[in-house]
């Protein structure tokens, strides 16, 4: 199948068979075709297949989105591309990097690496540009049988009754109503599923203006065309603001330059106002004209918020439209990932019967944590990078001159902390180490699985692609002889190979030392020494059955 071309595709817009009198009941409808609802109806049908279950995605446009706007994707959303079958496409298309570098005024502050050790198959980051992300998801969602997408349609109302929803439905060709077991609202930052049902977020709304331009690049601004995450702050090119550099695929390059609440967001947009920053940069950053043109470009505000709750009945919130943080830290569309990815199981587990409908709401509980933890570290960074009082000026500027010289510094300069996965410490669905059992704090209940390297059959291959994709337990030595209902992945040295011993290390592992993963690939319990009891009991407790 030839690859899909993400800035150019459209799609036809189908006529529903509810339009000519059919009533079926969806087990699942997903509203918004991003990445975030591209992920989660992928992962649902691929969870479904096997039972023959069927997934609805609905999507008001016919095209793909227009700019690069999300473009940092994070190594957790990547393992879970890999699971949805995409990781490999999208890792080849996009420009992955680990180090970043932070400027003040005209000099450099430091360097950092996010991925400083070895023994990943993934990199910390790529850049892909949004659209390229969603044409190799909905290339993926159209290869799955059991999948359909509607473009063009519209959800324009939602009834709640006892057991399912209806939805109002409008196309270019008449309206229809679509009835809904469950209804995944992954509608974006204006949701109309949280307008339709009366719902708001809240949080804090920041007064600054920001511009982003995609430029393509004449040459490299690299002799050695590494690909590196700039920082400035309040650089001589562009005084008494920031900006931030990336590289993209396809010889663009993004740019983010902070313009000020007073900056006119019309003004801004216009390509003679955008030329002269450009313009500016390369030559105070790189020393040298640079001939470049404008692809694309916006002017955005952003706030951090959040919904109260992210289950309203047999509605379900994710991604944007469920909660929303600054730019800084590449947080919004991989918590939004995360957020399909802890969704996607449970949900199926409850369709298939093997999990209570309890489930869902910790779905909302974990993902609301999660959400907290996105928004406390957006909202640093916003007030590092964006300081509103002399006071803050005074000891950024201070911080920043200390950390040319002081690794204790560095520590306190925020350019946007990176997005990592949340641990999930407190879900109800862990299980607490037993009080002999002794371990390392990294990889806890509720952690997300650490990935190393194996020799699986001979052959080179990597822990997280051996997962099962149901729970799986991880035994470091020969699988028990009994069976507590999970797949088992045994690290004896036989037909698997802790070749290099990192998973020991990365796990804290010692011979008979097991761990239960959840299908998300978190961990729900760890023991030096299971027992079939235990590991049933930690299942049926991840399961919400307790």
Not at 98 to 118: I, K, M, Q, T, W
């Amino acid at each position: 199948m030839p690859a899909l071309d993400g800035r150019s595709a459209s799609f036809a817009c189908p006529r529903a068979p509810e339009q000519d009198g059919a009533q079926p009941l969806h087990p699942v409808v997903v509203v918004g075709a991003g990445p975030v609802g591209l992920s989660l109806a992928i992962d649902l049908a691929q969870r479904l297949a096997p039972r023959g279950g069927q997934v609805l995605l609905l999507d008001n446009d016919h095209k793909l989105s227009t700019g690069s706007r999300a473009i940092c994707f994070a190594k957790r959303t990547l393992e879970i591309w890999d699971r949805l079958g995409v990781g490999d496409a999208m890792v080849a298309q996009g420009v992955s990097w680990n180090v970043g570098r932070v400027f003040h005024r005209d000099a450099p502050v430091y360097a950092f690496d996010l991925l400083p050790e070895p023994g990943h198959e993934r990199p910390a980051f790529i850049n892909l540009q949004q659209f390229h992300a969603e044409a190799h998801l909905v290339q993926r969602a159209q290869a799955l049988p059991n999948l359909q997408i509607r473009w063009g349609h519209r959800v324009a109302g939602l009834q709640q009754h006892a057991q399912h929803a209806d939805l109002a439905v409008d196309t270019p060709t008449g309206g229809y109503t679509l009835r809904a077991q469950w209804v995944a609202a992954c509608d974006g930052s204006r949701s109309t599923l949280r307008g339709l049902l009366g719902l708001q977020t809240q949080g804090r709304v920041f007064h600054d203006r920001f511009l982003i331009a995609d430029v393509q690049i004449d040459g490299e601004l690299f002799d050695d065309g590494r690909a590196e995450r700039w920082f400035w702050f309040d650089p001589p090119f562009h005084p008494g603001q920031s900006v931030l550099l990336h590289r993209q695929p396809d010889g663009e390059w993004r740019i983010d330059f902070q313009l000020g609440w007073d900056a006119d967001p019309e003004a801004e947009r216009a390509p003679e106002r955008i030329a002269p920053r450009i313009q500016a940069l390369l030559r105070g950053g790189f020393g040298r004209d640079i001939p470049f043109t404008l692809v694309w470009a916006s002017v955005y505000t952003f706030a951090c918020q959040r919904m109260e709750r992210f289950r309203h009945g047999c509605v379900l919130f994710a991604g944007d439209a469920a909660h929303g943080v600054s730019p800084f830290g590449a947080r919004g569309a991989n918590s939004g990932v995360q957020d399909a990815e802890n969704l996607a199981w449970k949900l199926a587990a409850v369709l298939d019967g093997s999990g209570s409908e309890a489930l869902l709401d910790t779905y909302a509980s974990e993902r609301e944590h999660a959400a907290d933890e996105n928004l406390l570290n957006s909202t640093r960074s916003t007030d590092f990078i964006t300081p509103k009082s002399p006071v803050s000026h005074l000891f950024r500027d201070a911080v920043l001159a200390l950390a040319r010289e002081h690794a204790f510094a560095r520590r306190l300069v925020n350019s946007g902390r990176l997005s990592v996965p949340s641990t999930l410490d407190g879900s109800t669905l862990n299980t607490p180490d037993l009080p002999g059992d002794a371990f390392t704090p990294q990889l806890r209940p509720g952690a997300p699985a650490a990935d190393a390297p194996l020799l699986l059959h001979g052959r080179p291959g990597w822990l997280l692609r051996a997962l099962d994709p149901g729970f799986t337990l991880l035994v470091f030595g020969p699988a028990p002889a009994w069976n507590a209902g999970t797949a088992v992945l045994a690290i004896d040295g036989d037909t698997v190979r802790d070749a290099q011993g990192l998973a020991a290390q990365r796990y804290d592992a010692r011979p008979g030392t097991a761990f239960l993963l959840r299908p998300d690939g978190h961990v729900a319990a760890r023991w030096r020494h299971p027992t079939e009891p235990a590991v049933r009991a930690a299942l049926q407790r991840a399961l919400a059955r307790n």
